[in-house]
């Protein structure tokens, strides 16, 4: 039975905590092939991948390009550092077989590795077998492991030990049933929405809804971290359907007396449950929505625009130069034929100068964009995935330098603005949408941000546009949403204000 290892591997490599520095390293050095390979692997949506940690979901999908990007020895090098004993022990072992994990690991050791630990160790055996073309066993433990592998692509692929929509007719009505029972008996609404469980007049129901509040507190966060994730009738159907599988008097040979409590108790304790898991599912769609792992191609796109940007400035150097020396021969020219056309070719002087004047002008604002832009791409390449907040909360400093600042702040998301322009009133602003905004905006200014995260060409151009007629006026970007970061990077580019 031929069993794809790839996303088995991804997932060993993914919850093997000792080697997720090392595939770090790796996937910086050719992060955008990697990505991509990553992205177009049949097994980045896969639900072995996905149904994982937030975290071990990257670690999985970076591990996805590396095992498509990277060749035998690389990986070889890789299931070394990540499974030293294993890999020892399948580089001395004339043929592959599952019992190699035991002859590797003590049995005192095996009773402490979780079942991800224990299965990364198998499949990394099968995988270095392949690696090093050594034949595979046929004993029973290791077509037994080949089979639990097949079996589990299978579950994955649909086949999970509870699917409401799977259910009978009959099973649905029951369910049905049920659940408007307990909805009559403790008062719970979906029509509520995110408050589904605040108009019960149950006392148990109210109690674990107290109960479960107070984990909330606990915590520090809100219950409002549920908002988003809405119950229906349905959800309801489905939790009554999982209480008549698991927890019916019959099954459990209890008396029918405490039925009630029993279902008005799992009801409110599977409404949480149920919301948190559709609540984190929500916050990673974010993420990968969000995060920089997306952002690579883009990152890219910057990469090649600077370098454009780059060609082109070299290019108005050498039209300069060259305009230089031509304003030199028709000088000569002009002194040689002075007196047949002096008025000519001081008209034409004067023309020239007037162009070399705007070509200086241009070429200085070209080159005080690509500034900025070279020192916005330098902040965007150190960052890490996650940015982490900083250890200083005093904005104090940060204000006190930019008090006297006459400064412009150009993008950003209106809600950003309105942070910002709180704690910098005498500032001036323009959003993103306003493409008509009067260029005189920026003669009375020192310095103008542009917030480059939330900003679209059509405006970016209008600004770069106006700025050219302001050469004193200084550019800086911004691409951070912390408030106390954006005060800082605005301080630290005030001080190179003349």
Not at 327 to 353: F, M
Request: some cysteine.
């Amino acid at each position: 039975m031929d069993v794809d290892l790839t996303p088995f591997l991804a997932e060993a490599l993914a919850t093997n905590k000792r080697v997720r520095k090392e595939i770090d390293a790796l996937y910086q050095q050719d992060r955008l092939r990697y990505f991509e390979l990553a992205k177009n692997s049949p097994w980045y949506t896969h639900v072995i991948v996905t149904s994982a940690s937030l975290t071990t979901e990257m670690y999985a999908r970076r591990a996805l390009g590396l095992l498509a990007g990277m060749d035998a020895p690389q990986l070889t090098a890789l299931f070394r550092k990540g499974w030293p004993r294993v890999a020892k022990a399948v580089f001395r072992a004339p043929v592959v077989s599952a019992t190699i994990v035991s002859d590797a690991i003590p049995a005192a050791e095996r009773e402490l590795l979780n079942d991800d630990e224990f299965n990364g160790c198998a499949v990394v055996v099968l995988a270095l077998g392949q690696l090093l073309g050594k034949p595979m066993a046929t004993d029973s433990i290791t077509s037994g492991l080949i089979q639990i592998l097949h079996g589990r692509l299978k579950h994955a692929a649909g086949e999970r030990r509870f699917d409401y929509g799977q259910l009978s007719g009959k099973e649905r009505q029951a369910a049905k049933r049920v659940a408007k029972d307990v909805r009559r008996k403790a008062g719970i609404s979906p029509r509520l929405g995110a408050r589904i469980l605040y108009e019960m007049d149950d006392r148990l129901a109210v109690t674990w809804r107290d109960a479960f509040e107070f984990l909330f507190d606990g915590e520090g966060v809100a219950e409002a971290i549920l908002d988003d994730a809405l119950l229906d009738e349905d959800g309801l159907d489905e939790i009554a359907a999982i209480y008549n599988m698991c927890f019916t008097a019959d099954s459990l040979g209890l008396a029918a007396s405490g039925e009630n409590a029993r279902l008005v108790e799992f009801t409110v304790a599977a409404i949480y449950i149920k919301r948190l898991v559709m609540a984190y599912k929500q916050v990673k769609q974010t993420f990968w929505a969000n995060t920089a792992e997306v952002l690579y191609p883009e990152l890219n796109s910057l990469t090649q625009d600077v370098s454009m940007l780059r060609e082109e400035h070299a290019r108005l150097v050498q039209e300069n130069v060259a305009l230089r020396e031509q304003n030199v021969h028709l000088q000569k020219l002009a002194y040689s034929e002075y007196d047949r056309a002096r008025a000519e070719s001081r008209d034409a002087i004067y023309q020239l100068g007037a162009e070399m004047g705007q070509l200086k002008a241009q070429v200085e604002a070209d080159r005080r964009e690509m500034a900025a832009l070279r020192e916005l791409f330098f902040d965007l390449s150190t960052e890490t995935n996650v940015v982490a907040m900083s250890p200083e909360t005093d904005p104090a400093p940060y204000l006190a330098k930019l008090r006297g600042v006459r400064g412009l702040i150009a993008g950003g998301h209106e809600r950003w603005q309105q942070r910002i322009k709180t704690l910098l009133p005498h500032f001036t602003f323009i959003h993103t949408d306003v493409l008509n905004f009067d260029p005189q905006l920026f003669a009375g200014a020192d310095v103008v941000f542009v917030h480059s995260g939330y900003v679209s060409h059509g405006f970016y151009y209008k600004v770069m546009s106006a700025l050219r007629s302001f050469p004193d006026v200084a550019l800086h970007y911004l691409h951070g949403t912390n408030s106390l970061r954006t005060l800082k990077e605005m301080s630290a580019a005030v001080g190179e204000l003349p």
